[in-house]
Nanobody
């Protein structure tokens, strides 16, 4: 059974940094894509960043390019999201996701990030 567990959310001031981590278990990660989504209050869930487990290709939404960085650790089966220069509009619940060939294999439980102005 696929399990994704996120950690690292919190309350910070604008301009600060946070690092989110997602640990995957229950599957072999080759050929999967892991990503981070977020869902602001009253809004749809949106894809922010993604990384291919096998070839390290990455995707970044325009809203986070230059501020957020995704990285992975094969041995630990973790995907981290380094978030710098946080803005109040980054306030959301952040979710880790894993999928292959467009089919979602699992979601994390979500971690709250709140950025105060």
């Amino acid at each position: 059974q696929v399990q994704l567990v996120e950690s690292g959310g919190g309350l910070v001031q604008a301009g600060a940094s946070l690092r989110l981590s997602c640990v995957a278990s229950g599957l072999t990660l080759s050929n999967y894509v892991m990503g981070w989504f977020r869902q602001p209050p009253g809004a749809e869930r949106e894809l922010l960043v993604a990384i291919s487990w096998s070839d390290r290709n990455t995707y970044y939404a325009e809203s986070v390019k230059g501020r957020f960085t995704i990285s992975k650790n094969n041995a630990k089966k973790t995907v981290d999201l380094q978030m710098n220069s946080l803005k109040p509009e980054d306030t959301a619940v952040y979710y880790c996701n894993i999928q292959r060939l467009g089919i979602v294999a699992g979601w994390g439980q979500g971690t709250q990030v709140t950025v105060s102005s």
